[in-house]
């Protein structure tokens, strides 16, 4: 009887056992059963979209003939200047006909004289010359008379010597009278200085009423309104440029001008080891005006410190926009557009830049590709890996349209 009670116990324990184990694997198959489904829907449920970091333009670098320029500094002078003086003596200035600024021809009356005196010194030898002239007609008729008369014997030798002489004293009177009048003839020109070439005037010394003497300075003036730019390059440079070789030339103020080489200086200056170029400042061909005041209208002057370019033909060069290019730690980058729509920064090695109808253009000698698509607005916004929306590329009508274009596109 005791062995039957101690059985039930024990047959209850492992019958309860074998149901927990029997609910808990009913329970797991059913929980599994349940995930199934919230896995296959997370699975077939697409990623989350990144945003755009910015919205952008892009472009590819384009490649062609590049202008090579050799950059150099240097002074605007007159190609020469000319010194107007006074070639009369003790004379009063009665008129002045320019000034300073002025575009005069070669012969145009500059400066008048007062010439009274002059007149009557001219009257004076015009009157001696008369006299001269009767006294020479009487010595000649003596001496004409003379020479009929020598052989009769009626004069004597010394009388005959004294009227072929006092014939030939008349002549040298008569030529010396003469002389004196062309002399005198001479100071009436000079009391109208006339322009010795075509230019501009730049100084005058003379003043209205003043006496001046012989050789006093009255104008300074560039001769033929030629200007010229004197470039001062370096020894290996003046090797490089000959005569001929096309300039441009860039005034304080901005403004451009076409210049072509003279000369080469054939020296070289021992302190600064520098060599000058002389750039011809050619007039502008579709100036209707004269050379001279071409010329004259320009942004250019006399001492005028200029830089400019000499044109040394071209090259072959794969060039980017400038604004592509992001300046950062002194190095230069741009940002290559990735097939996911996120950016790269690449680093480059930049050289010449030049500016034409597309805009400014930078040179890019290393780190791109011919086939690679860059950012090309708002590339100084963007990190390396940020994502990107990309735009058509707009042309604003002016330069605040392009950068309120530009926060626009930074805003998005």
């Known amino acids: 009887m005791m062995k039957l009670i101690s059985r039930k116990p024990l047959s209850l324990s492992l019958a309860g056992m074998i149901a927990v184990g029997a609910g808990g694997v009913w329970l797991s198959t059913a929980s599994n059963a349940a995930d199934e489904p919230a896995k296959a829907a997370s699975a077939s449920a697409p990623a989350a ?64 004289f007062a010439s009274e005196t002059v007149k009557a010194d001219l009257a004076l030898a015009q009157a001696s010359l008369a006299e001269a002239q009767a006294n020479l007609a009487d010595a000649a008729a003596n001496a004409e008379r003379t020479r009929a008369l020598q052989t009769s014997g009626a004069l004597s030798a010394q009388q005959v010597g004294q009227y072929l002489t006092a014939e030939q004293t008349a002549k040298a009177r008569v030529e010396s009278a003469k002389a004196s009048v062309e002399a005198q003839q001479l100071r009436m020109r000079h009391t109208r200085v006339l322009a010795p070439d075509s230019g501009i005037i730049t100084a005058r010394a003379a003043t209205l009423g003043s006496v001046v003497g012989n050789g006093a300075e009255l104008f300074r003036m560039i001769r033929q309104g030629r200007l010229e730019w004197r470039a001062e390059v370096t020894a290996s440079e003046m090797a490089k440029i000959v005569p001929g070789t096309e300039a441009i030339v860039t005034a304080p103020g901005g403004t451009q001008w076409k210049g072509k080489v003279r000369v080469v200086s054939p020296t070289v200056d021992a302190q600064t080891r520098m060599g000058l170029v002389y750039v011809d400042l050619v007039p502008d061909a579709n100036s209707t005006a004269k050379p001279q005041a071409a010329t004259a209208s320009l942004a250019f002057k006399p001492g005028m ?9 071209s090259s072959q060069a794969l060039t980017i926009p400038q604004q592509a290019v992001v300046v950062r730690d002194g190095f230069s980058y741009a940002f290559r557009l990735n097939a996911d729509g996120r950016v790269t920064q690449i680093k480059l090695q930049t050289g010449r830049r030049v500016s034409n109808a597309q805009g400014d253009l930078v040179e890019v000698v290393s780190g791109l590709n011919a086939d690679s698509t860059i950012v090309s607005s708002g590339a100084g916004f963007l990190n390396d890996g940020d994502t990107v929306k990309v735009v058509a590329a707009t042309k604003p009508a002016n330069a605040a349209a392009a950068s309120a274009a530009t926060v626009a596109a930074a805003k998005n």
């Not at 003790?90 to 300073?100: F, P, S, V, Y």
């Not at 410190?305 to 033909?313: L, P, Q, T």
């Open 305 to 313: 410190y200029a830089k400019g370019e000499f044109v040394m033909g």
């Open 49 to 112: 979209k990144v945003k755009p970091a910015l919205t952008v333009t892009t472009t590819k670098a384009s490649s062609g003939n590049l202008v090579i320029k050799l950059a150099a500094n240097g002074s605007v002078a007159a190609w020469q200047e000319a010194l107007i003086g006074s070639e009369a003596t003790g004379l009063r200035i009665q008129e002045l006909h320019a000034n300073i600024g002025d575009v005069v021809q070669r012969g145009q009356l500059l400066v008048s």
